[in-house]
């Protein structure tokens, strides 16, 4: 029997490399509180990312939680539905409401041409989200959120490592929030960072990680614990020296589907944008029914027959999901919607062998009519 194959799969350092990473830990026993290897892990990204500021938190929601609560905002939130649970949950926990813009049927990404319409008095941030790695239309969302006087905050949790035009996608935004989580391209097991050019907007994010405390004896307002320990930063300083060859591994998948996948009418897959330096995070495929002859869910069935376990990612939309009925009002977001109901991320890591994304691409084609 074959070897199930997820749809994503952690890479790791070497154990020798890691154990060496954290021996001195049991000499400084210094294992939390922005030790030496947190601050070492926070000055590499900055200069891997190309950012002026950054700071390392828990994971990535945090990031993003806690970056709208340092930023004050009150009232609306401009956002996608097409996203994982924690960019709306951010904002909600927030005490913001989200508002919902569809996006671009070809890059996942909000539609920058959607924006100004839902913008109202009560709109105080645009939260897009850098979908699949690719990058939204930041020069139209800055020109819209300056014409508006709007933060804007980027999800960037998909896009570690890429650039626009040279420069790293992290630098765009008054935020731009990464995850670290285990099974993205680069990972501290669970962790992420917030990027950004405000310096007091950095003071006011690290003391919101630390539970608002200013020194030892007060504490101004009401933070959380949402430190990175020691031992996550030093896998991170593990993997950020790999990380590299972890991409140009992930490109190697990704475009043999390409290859397979690319011209097979009913079939859309990832975009190749210009002027991007892509990570190679995600492949997804778009199936449509008519043109291509099985659904999304026949695949996937299919798929898992043969213990290939592909992802709906991301479906249900997040404004569809039980906690938010009664409590957001009902928006319009066709194309999201559409995309939600025939979109499946394909497995793709590093180790994954060309012979196993050849027999997907086979088990995906033994689906056309």
Request: hydrophobic share 40%; charged share 25%.
């Amino acid at each position: 029997m074959k070897e199930l194959i997820n749809v994503a799969r952690s890479s790791m350092p070497s154990f020798e490399e890691y154990c060496g990473e954290i021996r001195e830990l049991w000499d400084s026993r210094w294992l939390t509180n922005m030790g030496a290897k947190h601050e070492e892990l926070r000055g590499k990204l900055q200069e891997y990312l190309g950012v002026q500021r950054l700071d390392l938190l828990t994971n990535g929601h945090m990031a993003l939680e806690l970056s709208l609560q340092a930023l004050g905002l009150s009232g609306e939130v401009i956002t996608t539905p097409f996203t994982f649970a924690s960019t709306t949950q951010a904002i909600v926990r927030n005490g913001l409401t989200p508002v919902f813009c569809d996006i671009d049927p070809a890059t996942f990404c909000m539609d920058p041409e959607k924006i100004e319409p839902l913008i109202t008095e009560k709109t105080s941030a645009i939260l897009p989200v850098h979908v699949y790695g690719n990058v939204c239309d930041v020069e139209a969302i800055a020109a819209i959120a300056q014409k508006h006087t709007l933060a804007v905050i980027y999800d960037a949790a998909h896009t570690f490592g890429v650039k626009y035009r040279g420069r790293g996608v992290g630098d765009f935004g008054d935020v731009s929030c990464f995850s670290f989580h285990a099974t993205k391209v680069f990972h501290t097991i669970e962790g992420g960072c917030a990027c950004f050019q405000n310096a007091e907007f950095g003071e006011r994010l690290v003391g919101l990680k630390n539970f608002g405390l200013s020194g030892q004896e007060d504490a101004e307002e009401i933070g959380t614990n949402a430190k990175l320990d020691e031992f996550r930063a030093a896998m991170g300083l593990c993997n950020l020296r790999h990380v590299e060859e972890e991409i140009a591994k992930r490109e190697r998948v990704a475009q043999r589907y390409r290859e397979r996948l690319e011209e097979v009418p009913g079939l859309q897959v990832n975009p190749v944008q210009k002027n991007v330096r892509q990570n190679f995070a995600y492949f997804p495929v778009v199936f449509h029914e008519k043109a291509f002859g099985a659904d999304r869910d026949a695949v996937l069935h299919k798929l898992a027959e043969n213990g290939i376990h592909a992802r709906k990612y991301f479906y249900p939309l997040t404004s569809e999901f039980a906690c938010y009925k009664g409590r957001l009002e009902p928006q319009e977001t066709p194309v999201a919607k559409g995309i939600s109901q025939r979109v499946l991320t394909l497995p793709l890591y590093a180790e994954l062998d060309l012979a196993d994304a050849d027999r997907i691409c086979d088990i995906i084609l033994s689906c056309k009519k």
